[in-house]
């Protein structure tokens, strides 16, 4: 009885056979073979999906994938490609390419030098620079770093790039003087911002820079680094200097980033000077930050990443009071009492746009905590704010 019921049920239940497939990346069919294939021929990628990846390559990678096939050696040339790039020839001791790596770069300018825009130098291949200076006829934006160039050099610049060059950006460039500058400033009439080293700003080159004929720049930005290690001594600019360059370029920004040592600030800031924005990269001492809250009236953003142990309680006030134009203020590695900072937020009030302050800068006082301020200053900011664990500049 039983073993007929069982015989029963398995007649109505019973299901066709399974029809045995092949495993999955073991016996594929010619169908799955062709699709495979196709997902598989990075060939087949669209121009602009290729151009994408070249740009995150580094040269000498793009110019081994160019080889890869006539497809990818057609994106090499595409002139998108060279609109702006970084010429970096500091190779490695222990590079493979190091011995053919001018040779390319040298290459590529030639071809492409027409192309190029927005332009990085870091080399000592001066020979690459001057092809791209004579060939380039659309540079706007050229940054030189560790280059011997020299002012022949920059008139070769201005020479074919006059009417297109806007920035300009030269650091650890002892090779140039501020007639290689003037140069610069005399020919193109395009420039908007100017970046050089502090060593070769003189009284001369702002004048210069001031003259009726020349443009009105809208960024000027100076690296104030030691030429030497332990020299103490910098030369000063004249405040006539400064209001010549002002009167002519009432909107400039003047951004200069210090990275000196306390001793090294001697002649800066003993008189009025139309700095818009300050970063000090190394301890700076009290007595800069007075001076800066009595003769930095145009002053927008204050960056302070080391002082010492002294609360700047009375220089961060002087600043408040003096300085109507700052809306940002950076501090880390100093110290300002809980009720000080305060009051510096209440008088300077909702014309802060950026505070950075790091937990560790606020000292407990008789009044506040630390843990008491965020609530003061956002009711002076008009928003909710907290110290920061991690600086944002």
Same mark, same amino acid.
């Given at each position: 009885m039983k073993r007929n019921n069982f015989s029963a049920v398995n007649k109505v239940v019973q299901t066709p056979p399974v029809v045995k497939q092949p495993k999955r990346g073991l016996c594929p069919s010619l169908t799955q073979t062709h699709v495979l294939s196709v997902l598989l021929d990075w060939g087949t990628l669209p121009h602009h999906v290729i151009l994408q990846i070249f740009q995150y390559l580094p040269l000498i990678d793009r110019a081994r994938a160019s080889s890869v096939c006539r497809r990818w050696n057609e994106v090499f040339?595409?002139?998108?490609?060279?609109?702006?790039?970084?010429?970096?020839?500091?190779?490695?001791?222990?590079?493979?390419?190091?011995s053919t790596h001018p040779d390319l770069i040298q290459q590529i300018i030639k071809r492409h030098a027409a192309h190029l825009q927005y332009v990085s130098f870091k080399?000592?291949?001066?020979?690459?620079?001057?092809?791209?200076?004579?060939?380039?006829?659309?540079?706007?934006?050229?940054?030189?770093?560790?280059?011997?160039v020299d002012d022949p050099s920059l008139k070769i610049l201005?020479?074919?790039?006059?009417?297109?060059?806007?920035?300009?950006?030269?650091?650890?460039?002892?090779?140039?003087?501020?007639?290689?500058?003037? /140069?610069? @400033?005399? !020919? *193109?009439?395009? #420039?908007?911002? $100017?970046? %050089?080293?502090?060593?070769?700003? +003189?009284?001369?080159?702002l004048l210069a820079l001031s003259s009726e004929t020349h443009v009105n720049l809208e960024h000027l930005r100076i690296d104030v680094v030691s030429e030497n290690p332990g020299q103490v001594k910098f030369h000063s600019i004249k405040k006539h200097s400064w209001d010549a360059l002002i009167k002519h370029s009432p909107g400039v920004n003047i951004v200069m980033y210090f990275f000196l040592y306390e001793e090294e600030f001697e002649t800066f800031f003993r008189e009025e000077t139309p700095v818009t924005h300050l970063y000090f990269g190394r301890s700076v001492s009290r007595t800069i930050l007075g001076r800066i809250g009595l003769h930095c009236p145009r002053l927008i953003e204050?960056?302070?990443c080391?002082?010492?142990?002294?609360?700047?309680?009375?220089?961060?006030? /002087?600043? @408040?009071? !003096? *300085?109507?134009? #700052?809306?940002? $203020?950076? %501090?880390?590695?100093?110290?300002? +009492?809980?009720?000080?900072?305060?009051?510096?937020?209440?008088?300077?009030?909702?014309?802060?746009?950026?505070?950075?302050?790091?937990?560790?800068?606020?000292?407990?006082?008789?009044?506040?905590t630390p843990d008491e301020v965020h609530a003061e200053v956002s009711k002076h900011l008009g928003r909710v704010w907290f110290p920061d664990v991690m600086p944002i500049w």
């Open positions: 040339h595409i002139p998108d490609l060279w609109r702006k790039f970084e010429f970096e020839l500091n190779q490695s001791a222990t590079s493979y390419f190091k080399s000592h291949f001066v020979s690459a620079l001057t092809v791209v200076f004579v060939n380039s006829k659309s540079l706007s934006s050229i940054k030189i770093e560790d280059t011997p201005v020479a074919n790039n006059s009417d297109t060059l806007r920035l300009l950006k030269m650091s650890s460039c002892p090779h140039v003087s501020s007639d290689g500058i003037l /140069c610069v @400033a005399d !020919h *193109c009439q395009g #420039l908007k911002e $100017l970046a %050089l080293n502090y060593y070769i700003l +003189s009284d001369e080159l204050l960056v302070v080391a002082n010492g142990l002294q609360p700047l309680d009375r220089e961060l006030i /002087c600043i @408040a009071k !003096h *300085c109507k134009n #700052l809306t940002a $203020l950076g %501090l880390s590695e100093c110290e300002v +009492s809980c009720s000080a900072f305060i009051e510096f937020v209440r008088l300077c009030g909702r014309r802060l746009t950026q505070l950075s302050i790091m937990e560790e800068v606020l000292v407990p006082d008789d009044n506040f």
